[in-house]
C-alpha cells in the first residue's frame, strides 16, 4: 500500500506529541492557554456582495410567492444592492394588464430591503394585441421600471446594463428569434464605448442583459463579438450575467471575463431537476479585490434562525408525536375478493395555534378520495368516507395492502410552508368475520429462504410456568440447523429439528435446559408431529406422540420481547434466521403441560380450551395474514406471514 508524503509528514508529526509553542500577547488569536497549536489570523481583505434575480416570466400563478420567498431570503443576507435580469412580468399584452403585473412585480420587489435594479427582457416590453404603439412597451418600462440602458458605480466598481430587445432596426419589429433582431443598435454600442471609457479606472466592471448572445446557437445573427472585444478591450470587466433561457449555464471564461446565465426566480422551468440546472434560484455575487466569486442559491434553502422558538420546537414534536390521520374501526374482510367498501379516516389537527394543509395520496392506486387536500384549523377534526378496493392480488398476498400517505404542513412566520415528515399508513383489515378453520383445512407452506409466519411478542403472553409448544411438520431436507417453533436468543423456548433430530430448549435461570432425541427419529416428506413440555421439574420433547428427550430441569423462564417465530429462530432485532422450508400445519402453545409419560395420538387443530394461549390453523392465508385462535373467543385475529409462504388446501396427515 502507497502512502502519500504529505499524510506521512502528518502523521509523524502527530505521533512525535503536540506542536511546539504557544499562543502568546503578539499573537491575533488570544487565550491563556499554553502549548495549545496556533490559529490563524483571519484575512482582512475587504468584501461586499450582491445579489442577482432570475426570470420570472411563465411560471405559475404561484410563482409571484417564489419571488416574494427569494426576495425574504435575500433580506436575511443583506446584500449592498440586487440586480435582475429582465423577464420581470409574464407581458405579450396590452397596457391595462401590462401594468397590473407590473404593479405585481414592483410591489414584491419593494420588500427588499435593499436597492434593486431592472434589466428589460423581451416579456417587458413586447406588445400583442391591437394599436401596438411605436416601441411597444419600451415607454411603459421606462416609465415605471427605469432606463432600457444605464450604468452605475459602487464601492468602485461599475455595473453596466444592456437592452437586449431592441429589435430590427429597418422595420422596429421585435422577435428575439430572428437573427435580424439580434444585434445591438449603433446607438447603444456608442453609448457603451462611452461608459468603458468612464469607468477603465474603476476596480471591476459587471454587466447585466436579459439575452446571452453570447450562446451563438441561439442568436445566430447576434453581434456579440464585437461586444465582448469592446469588453476584453477595457480590462476590467469582470463578469457577464444574463437570463432567459431558465435555465443555469456557465459560459466559461474568456479574456479574463466570466460569463453566468441564470435559471429562474419564479419564472417557468421546464423541470424540476436541479442538477441539471432547472431550478428557482438566486444568485450571491462576492466581491473581493482578489477576485470574484458567484453562488447559487436555490429558493428555499435559507433559513432564518430567529424563528425556530421554544414555541415552535413544541408545536413541530406535536405534530411528530401525534397521529394526523388515523382509520375508523378496520375494513371488512370476505372470503371472496372485495370489489368496492367504504371506510372512515379520522383527520384532527392537535395545534391550537395554527391551521394544517393535508394532503393525502394512494402508491397503489385501490383508494379514492373524496378530496386529496384538507386545510384544518386550530384543534379542528373532520371525518373522510373513502372508498377502498381490494383485489385478489392484495388478499392472496402477491401485492401489499393498500395505504395511504399522509403529507403535512403549516406556514410559518415567514409565511413559508413547514413540511413535516409524512407518513404511510396501512388499511387495517378486519377478519372477524371469516371463520379462522376451512372446511377441508389447510396448512403453510415454507419454499423460499426468509418464508416464515410472525406472531409479535405481546400475542404470547406466556406466564410463568408449565407450558407445551406443539405443531405439526414435513420436511424434504433433514440435513442441518432448522428452527421450527422458537421464541429463543439467549432467552425463552424454540422447538429445533437440527439433522432430523426433535429438541425442546428452554431458557430457565439463566440457561439452556435441552431435552433431545438421541438419534435421527423424523423421516423426509413425512408429517410428524412434535411436542415440547416443560412441566416445572422437566423439559421434554416428543415426536409422533411419544417422548424421545427430556432432562430434570427448574426454575425461572428469561422473558424477551421478540416474536414467536414459525419456521425461522428471531435475531436479536426480531428478523428471523436460518429459515426452513417445509410445511407446517396446527401450532399450538398452551398454558400448561398437555402431555406426561404417557404415549398419545396427536390431533390436527384440536379445539381451543381454556388452556390455550394461541393456535394456528393455517387453514387460510388472505391479505399475507393467517388467523389467530386464543381462548378469548374475540375473533379476528390475525398475523403477517413473512416472505412468499402460502396456504394450501389439505391438513397435515401421518403416513
Given amino acids: 500500500m502507497r502512502i502519500n508524503s504529505r499524510v506521512l509528514l502528518v502523521l509523524l508529526l502527530l505521533l512525535c506529541g503536540p506542536i511546539p509553542g504557544f499562543v502568546g500577547d503578539g499573537d491575533p488569536v488570544k487565550t491563556d492557554r499554553q502549548g495549545a497549536r496556533p490559529l490563524a489570523t483571519p484575512d482582512e481583505e475587504p468584501m461586499w ?9 411563465g411560471g405559475p400563478a404561484e410563482g409571484i410567492r417564489v419571488l416574494a420567498r427569494a426576495v425574504t431570503e435575500v433580506n436575511l443576507v443583506e446584500p449592498d444592492l440586487v440586480m435582475t435580469v429582465g423577464d420581470l412580468i409574464n407581458g405579450y399584452n396590452e397596457r391595462p394588464m401590462w401594468l397590473i403585473q407590473a404593479a405585481e412585480f414592483l410591489e414584491t420587489m419593494g420588500r427588499l430591503s435593499r436597492p ?8 417587458d416590453v413586447y406588445w400583442r394585441g391591437p394599436g401596438r404603439p411605436e416601441g411597444e412597451h419600451e415607454s411603459d418600462y421606462e416609465q415605471h421600471f427605469g432606463p432600457l440602458w444605464y450604468w452605475f458605480e459602487h464601492k468602485g466598481c ?10 430590427d432596426p429597418v422595420t422596429g419589429r421585435k422577435n428575439f428569434s430572428d437573427p435580424a433582431c439580434q444585434s445591438f443598435s449603433e446607438r447603444q454600442l456608442k453609448w457603451l464605448d462611452s461608459v468603458l471609457e468612464k469607468t477603465s479606472k474603476l476596480e471591476k466592471v459587471f454587466v447585466f442583459l436579459h439575452h446571452p448572445r453570447w450562446i451563438s446557437n441561439y442568436y445566430k445573427g447576434a453581434n456579440w463579438e464585437e461586444v465582448h472585444d469592446k469588453l476584453a478591450v477595457s480590462g476590467n470587466v469582470s463578469a457577464v450575467f444574463a437570463g432567459h433561457i431558465h435555465r443555469l449555464h456557465y459560459g466559461g471564461k474568456r479574456d479574463g471575463i466570466e460569463y453566468f446565465t441564470l ?3 419564479g419564472g417557468h422551468s421546464a423541470h424540476d431537476y436541479p442538477g441539471a440546472g432547472w431550478v428557482h434560484h438566486w444568485n450571491l455575487v462576492t466581491v473581493r479585490p482578489s477576485g ?17 422558538t421554544p414555541e415552535r420546537r413544541a408545536m413541530t414534536d406535536r405534530l411528530l408525536g401525534r397521529d394526523i390521520a388515523t382509520f375508523v374501526g378496520g375494513l371488512p374482510v370476505a372470503e371472496n375478493p372485495l370489489q368496492v367498501k367504504t371506510m372512515k379516516l379520522k383527520l384532527q389537527n392537535p395545534i391550537k395555534t395554527t391551521a394544517l394543509r393535508i394532503l393525502l395520496s394512494n402508491p397503489g392506486g385501490e383508494i379514492e378520495f373524496p378530496t386529496q387536500e384538507v386545510l384544518l384549523g386550530p384543534s379542528k377534526s373532520r371525518n373522510l368516507e373513502l372508498k377502498i378496493r381490494l383485489d385478489s392480488s392484495i388478499l392472496e398476498g402477491r401485492r401489499s395492502l393498500p395505504m395511504i400517505e399522509v403529507a403535512t404542513s403549516f406556514t410559518g412566520e415567514d409565511g413559508k410552508a413547514v413540511e413535516v415528515p409524512s407518513k404511510r399508513i396501512v388499511v387495517p383489515l378486519d377478519f372477524s368475520g371469516l371463520a379462522s378453520r376451512t372446511r377441508n383445512g389447510g396448512f403453510l407452506s415454507l419454499t ?15 406466564p410463568q410456568g408449565a407450558f407445551t409448544v406443539e405443531g405439526w411438520v414435513k420436511l424434504a431436507d433433514l440435513k442441518g440447523r432448522k428452527p421450527f417453533l422458537c421464541k429463543t436468543n439467549s432467552a425463552e423456548y424454540g422447538l429445533y429439528l437440527n439433522d432430523g433430530r426433535p429438541s425442546f430448549w428452554v431458557h430457565l435461570n439463566g440457561e439452556y435446559r435441552i431435552a433431545e432425541a438421541k438419534s435421527v427419529l423424523l423421516q423426509p416428506d413425512h408429517w410428524h408431529h412434535v411436542a415440547g413440555v416443560y412441566d416445572g421439574e422437566e423439559v421434554r420433547v416428543y415426536l409422533d406422540g411419544k417422548v424421545v428427550g427430556r432432562v430434570v430441569a427448574s426454575g425461572k423462564r428469561t422473558i424477551n420481547s421478540l416474536p414467536f417465530t414459525v419456521g425461522a429462530d428471531p435475531d436479536g432485532a426480531g428478523n428471523p434466521t436460518d429459515s426452513i422450508q417445509a410445511d407446517i400445519d396446527g401450532v399450538r402453545i398452551s398454558r400448561v403441560a398437555r402431555y406426561g409419560n404417557d404415549s398419545f395420538t396427536p390431533v390436527v387443530d384440536p379445539p381451543v380450551d381454556s388452556a390455550t394461549l394461541i393456535q394456528l390453523p393455517l387453514d387460510w392465508q388472505l391479505a399475507g395474514f393467517v388467523s389467530v385462535e386464543t381462548d378469548k373467543k374475540d375473533g379476528g385475529s390475525t398475523v403477517r406471514i413473512r416472505g412468499s409462504a402460502t396456504c394450501v388446501n389439505g391438513s397435515a396427515i401421518v403416513q
Fill in 49 to 57: 456582495q450582491f445579489a442577482i434575480m432570475g426570470d420570472r416570466t
Fill in 116 to 123: 434593486w435594479y431592472p434589466v428589460a427582457g423581451n416579456h
Fill in 158 to 167: 461599475a455595473f453596466i446594463t444592456l437592452y437586449s430587445d431592441e429589435g
Fill in 263 to 265: 435559471a429562474t426566480t
Fill in 292 to 308: 470574484v466569486d458567484v453562488a447559487v442559491i436555490p429558493v428555499g434553502s435559507l433559513l432564518d434562525p430567529r424563528h425556530y
Fill in 448 to 462: 423460499h429462504p426468509g418464508d416464515c409466519v410472525i406472531v409479535p411478542s405481546r400475542q404470547v403472553p406466556l
